[in-house]
């Protein structure tokens, strides 16, 4: 007993109580400040559920599609495991996406907080990367020819391009070694998530949250516990509903079906999209039907979120107190959406031609940004 009181005071006293305790909370945070804990929570579940996927998984060209199905038939509460896991990725990015937009809305990209935010945008890759490799495990059609197309992609690069294509694929075209490789980075680059995480909230916590207002000097602050717990617990009961309403009754709906027929490496799909939340980015890269150009612009449209700060100099840091440019966050979220959509469209008019304006857009608000944004 003696014992156990010692220990919890260590771990609430300690390094990571101040982190989830006693950490001084800005009093104003609304129920966007949750998005944190809950991108964090959903990637103990992705982890949890990924381990236990891989114990009945055999990455093999041969067994894999055939594996997912005995998972979901044979293996006790394997049909949960794999939807769970499945539509965790589509969650997890919902919420990041949202977190994003969070930090974007309020400026939270500025001063002090500059390395979180470059910490954040270097988690955003590393989900990006891991959730595409994970869409190949199944070896479906879409995996198939989702990983041919994006991989195909680094081909664009002068001189070293076809090296490296070849590097990622272990020989001369998607095949057993790919699905090897992903598998193998698949399992481990969640971890290196999870380690970038924590370095993350380290970094929130070197200089404390930001906060609807934007300024920090006059807002009183509390323990995080239990006020923020309770707020957290309360939005993590909603994503509960809303994740559960997925897995069990829409399980399917953010997939692709044709990735419920075994890759055919001679059976092209007539179209072929990756899942929905790379769909914006893929609309920017097939916006320009030149190859490098688009694979830059795409490129691009992710860098360039680490020169905010460059970008938006402006001493107010929400959009709040900004009516001009909470117009244009607003007319931002729709031009996602819309390039959302157009990702999914066929590369022909007018869909191409549309992509292009929009994809253009996307870039003119960074540039918004930088004009006198205190209207
Ligand atoms: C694995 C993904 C991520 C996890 C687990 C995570 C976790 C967290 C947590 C727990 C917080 C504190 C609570 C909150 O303010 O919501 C936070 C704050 C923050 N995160 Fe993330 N985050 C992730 C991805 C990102 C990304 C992709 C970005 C931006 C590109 C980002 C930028 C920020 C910023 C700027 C803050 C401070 C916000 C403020 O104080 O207003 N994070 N994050």
Not at 188 to 213: D, K, M, Q, R, Y
Request: proline share 5%; glycine share 8%; charged share 10%.
């Amino acid at each position: 007993m003696k014992l156990n009181k010692k220990i919890l005071n260590t771990l609430l006293g300690g390094t990571l109580g101040n982190h989830i305790w006693l950490y001084p909370t800005p009093i104003n945070l609304t129920y966007f400040w949750s998005f944190g804990s809950l991108a964090g929570l959903i990637l103990i579940s992705q982890i949890v559920t990924g381990i236990l996927l891989a114990m009945h998984y055999t990455a093999n060209i041969h067994n894999s599609f055939s594996d997912l199905e005995h998972i979901m038939r044979d293996v006790v509460g394997g049909y949960g495991l794999r939807y769970i896991h499945a539509n965790g990725a589509s969650m997890f990015f919902i919420i990041v996406y949202t977190h994003m937009a969070r930090g974007l809305y309020y400026g939270s990209y500025n001063e002090p907080r500059y390395i979180l935010w470059v910490s954040g945008v270097i988690l955003f890759l590393l989900m990006m990367a891991t959730a595409f490799m994970g869409y190949v495990l199944p070896w479906g059609q879409m995996s198939f020819w989702g990983a041919t197309v994006i991989t195909n992609l680094f081909s664009a690069i002068p001189e070293v391009g076809n090296s490296i294509v070849q590097l990622l694929w272990g020989g001369f075209s998607v095949d057993n070694p790919t699905l090897n490789r992903f598998f193998s980075l698949h399992f481990t680059l969640p971890f290196l998530i999870a380690g970038v995480a924590g370095l993350h909230l380290v970094l929130l916590h070197e200089f404390g949250s930001n906060n609807p207002l934007g300024i920090n000097t006059i807002i009183e602050k509390i323990s995080f516990f239990t006020y923020f717990w309770i707020k957290d617990f309360y939005s993590l009961l909603l994503l509960i509903l809303l994740f559960g309403m997925f897995v069990v009754n829409l399980p399917n709906t953010l997939g692709h079906p044709d990735n419920y027929i075994e890759a055919q490496p001679l059976v092209t799909p007539t179209h072929i999209v990756p899942e929905w939340y790379f769909l914006p980015f893929y609309a920017i890269l097939r916006a320009i039907p030149d190859k490098l150009s688009g694979v830059i612009s795409m490129f691009w449209s992710i860098v360039i979120l680490l020169f905010l700060p460059w970008f938006d100099s402006s001493p107010i840091r929400s959009n709040f107190f900004k009516p001009f440019m909470l117009y244009c966050f607003i007319f931002f979220v729709l031009i996602m959406l819309t390039l959302g959509w157009l990702g999914q469209e066929e590369v022909d008019y007018p869909f191409l031609q549309f992509s292009t304006i929009i994809s253009f857009l996307y870039f003119v608000y960074f540039k918004v940004l930088t004009l006198d944004n205190l209207i």
